[in-house]
Every structure is written in structure tokens, then in C-alpha cells.
């Protein structure tokens, strides 16, 4: 009777552990100090809900972003968007995401990129498209697609092209 | 109802009151009522509502979106009951709806829009629809019964032109009656009909304020009726409510009251309270083709 055991061995993390950062959903600023950052509320703007994407995903300075829900209905605006897509957040609020924004080569058959790209957000690395306003030509802009959260949801970070 | 000031209201939801007045302006959400020192007084339920949903949202507009909805979900129950004819589940609706707002927002947001539902869906010469009406009608009475007694002396008078109990707008009128009478003005409501004796009982209350309610009664009888209140209390502002129209009367120089109790219950607070004569009490009742002198000094009817 043999009590040997088979050795415990280190291997590589399959989950990706790249920074996460807080940002405001509506100005996109980071909290000023960590009191505001566990607030649910922005206590810059305040009119944005405090949200965390990863580091590679989230805002940079000057670039406008959208919030998705699970059910790909548009739940946030940052101040950016609403003048990229010329509407308000409450107006836009629990309308499709196609009403707003599809991919620029839609015509070449490849309209649910876009839709695809949000629906895996939580379980892969962010996705970058082309993307252009609804019934709109010769405007694009490079779409960022991941996750963020809590609750769970999906980011479009757009910035030129 | 438990209201919050501000700062209350802005601690539960761990933001600054200023944040709050924000939300005010730009989504309309959540709405305070004001005391009587004109300041903000939330109601908990929708405070709690949106402190809820700011947790599961990812944004404020669709964390408000969501409270709205759980705050809409009482008109829901009360139209669902009364369609079932289950008049003491509309009760707990009701009551329900309390919990999370004031009587005249209760009525506003809950009760006349669910009634209006019923109406759309069966018809308001339908035995569902006069099964809701007494229901409602009989609440706004409880309601009434319930209300803080009148501290004010000024009085309205109400005419009371509605058809039966089940004209949609007698319900309107029960609703504002509550709503005049929360805001401490006394009211006495009289048909159109009961002319004799009229003289008396306007001389006792004095009113200040004269409202005609309902569309039902024909003009002339509105008009003998409105004659013989001026004849014993003098030039009065004469009010329309729920009289078809919204701006100011052709024949009559009365001016339309809003269509909303709450809002129609504030304008006669301030005519009231101003205590000022309306222009319109100067002016000669006419209804169609009966002109009726205002002036208690030349009381004549000229046909």
C-alpha cells in the first residue's frame, strides 16, 4: 500500500488580471479620493454611477463612451456621446443599441459584429471595431468593446479614427 | 407618508443635496412636494426605491428609469384589481400607493389614471366601469372624511354640473374637492338644480371662490344658478373646471382651471388666499344667449 500522492504543481493563471480602474459613467473622471470611490454616485459631476472596466477598456481623456446592458439596451451615456449621437441620456435610455451605433462596413455583411462583440464582452479581452453613428455615413469611430460593471454590462469606448 | 428634507433624503442615498436638486432638474426624478415654508419634502418610498435601484443600475438615468417603474407598478395592481372586480385588493393598492407618496399624488399618479384605463378598456357606460367609479368615488370620500379639518375661513363653492356618479367627471370633482380641502380651504359642493334656498347658504359661507364642474348641465341652468350665487355674496371669480375648453371662456369671462386636481386645487389656494377680486368677477356672466348682470346691484337676467 503505497501513501505516495501526486505533487501539487504551480501552473499558469488562466484568468487575465489586468488593472481594473473606477471611473464616473457620465464625466468619465476617476474618483477624486477613495471615500468617493466606494460612493455609487459620482461626487464630481454627479450624474453618473461610479463603474470599473479593465485598464485597457476604460475612457482616456477626451474619448466618449456608452454603457450596455445585458439586454443590448443602452443604460449610460458619458457627456461626450450624447453630443456624438446627438441625444440625452434620459431620452436614449432602454432604447437598442442598434438605434444608435452599427459597424461601419455593415453593408458587407457583417452587422452583428457589433452585437457579438457586446454579448462576449464579459468572457474575453476587449474587441476593437470600426463603428458609425445609426444612418450615418462618413462617420467613424474606432469602438473599444469589454465588459464593466457591477452590475454587469458592457463599454463602448469611442475615439477617432 | 414619511417625507425627508433634503439633507435627509440626500444622506440615504449618500450624495449631496445639491446632487439631488441635479437629478431634479434633469430627469424630473424624484419629485418633491414642498411644506409649507416652500422647502423640498421627499417621500421615503421613492427615495428608497431610487437608493435600490442606484445599486443594480448602471447609470443614474436607468437606475430612475427603474425606480419610476416600481413606483408605476401601482397603477398596475390597481387597474389589474379592479378589472378583476376585487375591490379590496384596489384598497390595498391604495394603500400601497400611500406608502410611497402623498394623498393628492396618490390620487394624481395612481387612482385617475387607473380609473382612465378602466374607461378606455370597457367604456365608460359599462357596468366594470360603474363598479371602479362608486369604488373610487367612495375612496375619495373615506379620503376626505380623513383629511385634517378646514383652518382657513375662505370657502369655495363648488357648482356641481357633472352628470350621475359614473360621469368621469364627478370622479374629477370628488378629486378635487380632496385636494382643496387638504389645502385648508373649506369647500361645499351644490348641484346645479337646487336653486331655492340657494341665496341662504351661500350668505352663511361667504365663499370666495366660485368653481363650476362638469360639462353635463346645459349652459342657462349654469348660468341661473351662478346668477343667484352673485346675487347673495356679490362679484365672485367664477372658475370652470373639467367645462370643456382650456383657456379663457368666450361667453362667460371664466377663466379655465387646470385639468389636474393638485395643480387646479393651488390656483384656487392662491385666488383665495390673495383674496383679490378675479377681473372676471366684474365682467357679465353670458351664456350663450343669456346675459346674467354680476353686480349684486343689478341683479337682472336679460334673455
Known amino acids: ?161 | 407618508m414619511r417625507t425627508l428634507k433634503t439633507s435627509e433624503a440626500a444622506a440615504v442615498l449618500n450624495v449631496s443635496p445639491n446632487t439631488l436638486r441635479a437629478w431634479e432638474r434633469r430627469f424630473g426624478y424624484p419629485k418633491p412636494q414642498r411644506s409649507p415654508g416652500k422647502h423640498r419634502l421627499y417621500t421615503h418610498g421613492e427615495i428608497a426605491a431610487l437608493r435600490d435601484a442606484l445599486q443594480e443600475g448602471l447609470s443614474i438615468s436607468s437606475a430612475i428609469s427603474r425606480a419610476r417603474e416600481s413606483v408605476a407598478a401601482d397603477t398596475h395592481v390597481l387597474v389589474g384589481a379592479l378589472a378583476a372586480f376585487e375591490l379590496e385588493r384596489a384598497d390595498a393598492a391604495m394603500e400601497g400607493a400611500l406608502a410611497l407618496r402623498s394623498v393628492e399624488r396618490s390620487v394624481e399618479e395612481v387612482l385617475l389614471p387607473s380609473m382612465e384605463e378602466i374607461g378606455d378598456r370597457h367604456g365608460t357606460d359599462s357596468a366594470p366601469w360603474a363598479l371602479a367609479a362608486r369604488w373610487a368615488c367612495e375612496w375619495l370620500g373615506r379620503a376626505q372624511r380623513l383629511s385634517p379639518p378646514p383652518e382657513r375661513r375662505p370657502t369655495v363653492l363648488m357648482g356641481d354640473a357633472t352628470g350621475d356618479q359614473l360621469d368621469p367627471d364627478a370622479l374629477a370633482l370628488r378629486a378635487l374637492e380632496l385636494c382643496v380641502r387638504r389645502t385648508g380651504l373649506r369647500t361645499i359642493t351644490l348641484p346645479m338644480n337646487g336653486l331655492a334656498g340657494l341665496g341662504d347658504v351661500v350668505s352663511s359661507y361667504e365663499p370666495r371662490v366660485v368653481v363650476i364642474a362638469g360639462g353635463e348641465e346645459q349652459d342657462d341652468d349654469v348660468a341661473r344658478w351662478a346668477y343667484r350665487v352673485r346675487a347673495s355674496a356679490g362679484a365672485l371669480p367664477v372658475m370652470l373646471f373639467r367645462r370643456g375648453g382650456t383657456g379663457r371662456s368666450r361667453t362667460t369671462g371664466a377663466r379655465h382651471l387646470a385639468g389636474s386636481p393638485t395643480l387646479a386645487a393651488r390656483q384656487l389656494l392662491d385666488l383665495a388666499d390673495g383674496g383679490v377680486r378675479h377681473p372676471a368677477a366684474e365682467e357679465p356672466l353670458e351664456f350663450d344667449d343669456i346675459a346674467v348682470a354680476s353686480t349684486s346691484r343689478r341683479p337682472r337676467l336679460t334673455a
Open chain 1, 1 to 161: 500500500m503505497s501513501f505516495a500522492r501526486p505533487a501539487l504543481r504551480l501552473v499558469p493563471d488562466p484568468i487575465d488580471h489586468t488593472p481594473q480602474v473606477r471611473f464616473c459613467g457620465h464625466c468619465g473622471q476617476s474618483p477624486p479620493t477613495s471615500k468617493a470611490a466606494r460612493s455609487r454616485v459620482c461626487a464630481l459631476c454627479g450624474l453618473g454611477v461610479v463603474i470599473t472596466a479593465g485598464e485597457d477598456l476604460a475612457p482616456r481623456r477626451g474619448e466618449s463612451f456608452i454603457i450596455i446592458d445585458p439586454q443590448l439596451k443602452l443604460c449610460g451615456l458619458s457627456r461626450g456621446a450624447e453630443r456624438v449621437l446627438e441625444v440625452d441620456e434620459p431620452d436614449a435610455v432602454d432604447r437598442h443599441i442598434c438605434d444608435f451605433l452599427e459597424p461601419a462596413d455593415a453593408e458587407a455583411g457583417q452587422g452583428d459584429e457589433l452585437l457579438q462583440s457586446i454579448i462576449v464582452a464579459g468572457f474575453s479581452a476587449p474587441r476593437t471595431m470600426v463603428v458609425r453613428p445609426a444612418g450615418e455615413y462618413g462617420v467613424r469611430y474606432a469602438a473599444r468593446v469589454g465588459a464593466c460593471g457591477p452590475p454587469a454590462g458592457a463599454l463602448i469606448v469611442l475615439s477617432t479614427v
